[in-house]
């Protein structure tokens, strides 16, 4: 039987519904799932760096995530947490700037937000520097680690070229350390820093020698150095006493001047205007440094006013010919080169073998400086010897293609500085030679060296004769050299192989000179007869030649070319075939002869006769050599050069003028430049100049163009103060001409026999009054001759100083012997009035004499020396006793200050100090005109105002 169980439920109070009510067994269901909401980020928008970390990114979410996604998919190297859904990671790659859902969802549902993601490159590092920009090293020693300081994020470091061997740079820190085992010179090393950005890098020197002894001095041959604004200066080579590795200058050198690192030369055009200042300047080596050393003192100043183009400023001493440029140094060292077609000057500088911006040495153990050789020019190159090197330029506008430092301008083992180097240009311009003790050096013109042989080729191995050598192309031609007395080395360049021609006969014959071509050379005996002997470069002998060569014989005695040689003595110029005794021209009563090239010249009584060498033929031209200058002698031609026998050129060299030899077939002369300025005078508001070619030209310093000039060669001008007189002797003293400016025209004429020709004139400030010194007789008188105000014979006096006014005269006398007595006698309108003991310099007004005093000054000397100078009276009484230096003339400027042309400087008459100076190169003295100084300054006449 079923049984039915009925159970039935009560409802207590409180129950209700379905879901609650009654006791809580464990069986009830959980609450539903809220979907989350709200979603954002610490960082809506990222700028990340490639392979830099990003700051992680954190989100904010209402209610429960089960999980984060992100679409698209992040830049790589950044990852999304799907847990938490941060953000983090480094980025790889760079991306453009995005946007990004993240989405945050549970069971019931998700939440979205937007962050944009941009990954950029890093930025490239910055300012990178090594605490030791240059290092000198030594072998096998250790150097102090060089560590590098950089802005920004490193990843690499490298270097290029490689470091010398030893030496390293770690990859990660930049660190340059190691110790070199090789010798490498002195080069420039790249450092590169770099990231994915980008790099910067850092320039370091190194050089590794063996560890050298300290360098212990430097010396600069200018020890001055005074130029202007687009003037390029003679590069300063330093001679040393000690190797140098490395130099440098502190301070910096004004714009447009560099010194090389590597020679210490410093050169350049200025491009901007620098007060005076010292430099100092700095040698290094493996060893050491000198410590600091005074270098030169430069200043720079602006352009000059230049009136005139004047050419040489001294006596002409080279001159060189080559497709059509002419090239003049005067014994100064000043240089030109001249357009030979338009005779315009293309370049010009200064060799730095004279003048007071060169010194020679006087350190400690440092010896005197030898003058540079003459300068060279062929094909397309010049070569111009300056202290301790060459500086080379290109012959068709002169501009530097380098400045080689000779290898002989450095110490000898005595620590005595050595500049015994000789150097050749080769005949065709390709190449410079430096012969010398420590060996033989060739360069290319731009100055790299393509050949270097050891051995002492400064003075023979073998005898006490020296070497002597010819630079041909393509080879070095070197007799009584390394190989011996009696033979010929003949070295290839630039492969640098040498071989010897067969021996010449060394115990009786000696060399005595090349062809002037290098196509053969002489030799001669050392017993009478003298015999002239003719070999071929292979060292074949040709023939003789009898000729006596005089002990100590002068250049031009023989020579040779080609086909022919040539013998002169006796006044007489013989030519022969090469190796024949039968002569094929005799030129009888020379004085002189020239030799350029293939062209030979002789300049008789007659004629001046040019012939031509260059065939198997002579041909020889007479002509009539003019003189360059009116009422003057004729200077002395010395300097000669020719391109070919129709093309050359001479120099009168005491005139500094350059004939065009062809311009004399024509008829009408032509000459380079204007000449010397021979004389320079001023007064108010004028100046006038006296030039070489035979010109006066007047100026007024405010206008460049020229007021007017005159035909007359002068070797002495006066202008009255008020510059509307001006007083004009010839060159010769056969004439005084007083004109009338500014119309030029002659307002009174002297003239002199050859028996009492003018030696000495004076022109009085107004004008009005002129002293003469003619033959034995001093006069003074008006400037129109007459009447006689004072005249004395024989002269007392070899000059006569007028006061501005012309009533007062000053002589200068002298007696005695060893040590004369020397006394100024002064003149009133003719009648002496007092003696004053010393010499006069000039007048400063019409009221006062300055006159010098001199005396013995102990320790006894052989000469009279000077002790000052005073103010006199014309009645001699002592007015002051300025402390000036030792003047020669003057000219009054003010009433307390006066200009000394010897000395280019104006002086107070109160406190003797200089007032103004002169900035610029000074060739010779000049003059006052109005508020200028008008003086010579590097073949220009200048105007500066003071």
Aim: hydrophobic fraction near 35%.
């Amino acid at each position: 039987m079923n049984a039915v169980v009925v159970i039935v439920f009560l409802l207590l109070p409180g129950m209700q519904g379905c879901g609650g009510g009654g006791r809580d067994n464990g069986n009830s269901n959980p609450p539903p799932l809220i979907a989350p909401s709200g979603l954002s980020y610490s960082q809506p928008a990222i700028a990340a760096t490639m392979n830099h970390a990003v700051t992680a990114d954190v989100p904010t979410v209402t209610g429960t995530v089960d999980s984060y996604t992100v679409a698209p998919a992040l830049p790589a190297g950044l990852f999304l947490n799907s847990s938490t859904g941060i953000i983090s990671g480094t980025p790889t790659a760079i991306s453009a700037k995005t946007s990004y859902t993240l989405t945050a969802a549970n069971a019931s549902g998700s939440t979205t937000t937007t962050i944009q993601i941009t990954v950029s490159l890093p930025t490239p590092p910055t300012d990178l520097s090594y605490s030791q920009p240059t290092i000198d090293a030594a072998t096998n020693v250790p150097i102090a680690n060089d560590i590098p300081s950089v802005s920004g994020d490193v990843t690499s470091y490298a270097v290029n070229p490689a470091l010398p061997a030893g030496l390293n740079l770690s990859s990660t820190t930049g660190v340059i350390s190691g110790t070199p085992t090789a010798l490498a010179p002195l080069a420039s090393y790249t450092v590169t820093a770099s990231n994915a950005g980008g790099s910067a890098s850092a320039a370091i020197l190194i050089s590794v020698t063996v560890l050298l002894p300290a360098p212990t001095a430097i010396a600069y041959p200018q020890t001055m150095i005074s130029t202007y604004v687009g003037q390029e200066i003679t590069p300063d080579i330093p001679g040393t006493a000690g190797t140098i590795t490395r130099f440098s200058v502190t301070p910096a050198l004004p714009p447009g001047l560099n010194m090389d690192s590597s020679t210490g030369v410093i050169s350049g055009t200025p491009t901007a205007a620098a007060a005076q200042a010292v430099y100092v300047v700095t040698g290094y080596n493996s060893g050491g440094s000198i410590g600091a050393v005074v270098g030169p003192t430069i200043t720079v100043t602006q352009p000059p006013t230049i009136l005139l183009q004047l050419g040489n400023p001294f006596q002409i001493t080279t001159l060189r010919f080559a497709n059509s440029r002419v090239f003049s140094q005067d014994y100064s060292g000043f240089w030109i080169l001249w357009d030979y077609e338009s005779g315009a000057i293309l370049a010009s500088g200064d060799a730095g073998m004279g003048g007071a911006n060169v010194a020679h040495f006087s350190i400690p153990s440092v010896s005197t400086s030898t003058l540079p050789q003459a300068p060279a020019m062929s094909g397309g190159t010049i070569a111009i010897g300056i202290p301790g090197g060459v500086q080379v330029r290109s012959s068709s506008d002169g501009h530097v293609l380098s400045t080689i430092v000779s290898p002989g301008f450095q110490s000898d083992p005595n620590g005595i500085l050595s500049d015994n180097d000789s150097w050749q240009l080769a005949s065709d311009g390709s190449y410079i030679s430096f012969e010398g003790q420590s060996g033989l050096f060739v360069y290319t013109p731009v100055g790299n060296l393509v050949l270097s042989r050891t051995g002492d080729y400064h003075d023979s191995l073998n005898s006490n004769l020296h070497p002597s050598f010819f630079a041909a192309p393509g080879q070095v031609q070197v007799a009584d050299g390394p190989a011996g007395d009696s033979n010929i080395e003949i070295i290839s360049v630039p492969g640098g192989v040498s071989t010897v021609s067969k021996a010449y006969d060394g115990q009786s014959q000696f060399f005595q000179g090349w062809f002037t071509d290098g196509t053969g050379f002489f030799t001669s005996n050392n017993e009478p007869p003298i015999t002239l002997s003719v070999y071929s470069i292979s060292g074949v002998q040709l023939g003789n030649v009898p000729q006596y060569i005089p002990s100590g014989y002068t250049p031009n005695t023989f020579g040779g070319i080609g086909k022919w040689v040539w013998t002169y003595g006796t006044n007489t110029l013989s030519i022969y075939p090469a190796g024949s005794t039968a002569s094929a021209l005799v030129i009888t009563n020379v004085g002189r002869i020239f030799n350029a090239g293939t062209t030979l010249a002789a300049s008789s009584s007659s004629a001046f006769s040019v012939i031509d060498l260059s065939d198997t033929t002579l041909s020889s031209t007479n002509y009539t050599i003019p003189p360059p200058i009116n009422n003057a002698e004729t200077p002395t031609l010395i300097p000669f050069a020719a391109a070919s026998n129709t093309e050359w050129v001479i120099a009168f060299a005491s005139q500094g003028v350059i004939l065009d030899g062809a311009s004399l077939s024509s008829g009408s002369p032509r000459f380079f430049g204007n000449g010397l300025g021979l004389s320079i005078t001023g007064g108010a508001g004028r100046a006038a100049i006296a030039t070489g070619l035979g010109k006066i030209f007047y100026f007024d310093p405010a206008d460049t163009t020229p007021e007017g000039s005159i035909g007359l060669t002068s070797g002495r001008l006066e202008l009255s103060t008020d510059g509307s007189v001006l007083a004009a002797s010839s060159q010769d003293g056969t004439l005084l001409n007083i004109y009338s400016i500014p119309s030029g025209t002659v307002s009174y004429a002297f003239s002199y026999p050859a028996t009492g020709l003018l030696s000495g004139f004076t022109l009085s400030g107004s004008g009005t009054t002129l002293g003469q010194i003619q033959g034995s007789t001093l006069e003074v008188t008006p400037v129109s001759g007459t009447p006689v105000i004072l005249s004395l014979t024989p002269s007392p006096s070899t000059t006569v100083l007028l006061s501005p006014d012309g009533t007062l005269a000053a002589m200068n006398r002298s007696t005695g012997g060893l040590y004369p007595t020397l006394t100024v006698a002064v003149y009133l309108n003719g009648q002496q009035i007092s003696t004053i003991s010393g010499t006069a310099v000039g007048w400063i007004d019409n009221g006062r004499l300055l006159v010098n005093s001199y005396g013995l000054v102990p320790p006894i000397v052989m000469r009279l020396s000077y002790t000052g100078c005073a103010i006199y009276s014309p009645t001699g009484t002592v007015l002051g006793t300025p402390p000036l230096p030792e003047l020669g003339s003057i000219q009054p400027v003010t009433s307390d200050t006066i200009y000394a042309p010897g000395w280019n400087a104006i002086y107070s008459l109160t406190t003797g100090k200089t007032t103004w100076t002169n900035p610029y190169s000074a060739g010779s003295g000049g003059a006052i005109a109005g508020p200028y100084v008008v003086f010579e300054s590097e073949g220009r006449v200048i105007a500066v105002k003071y």
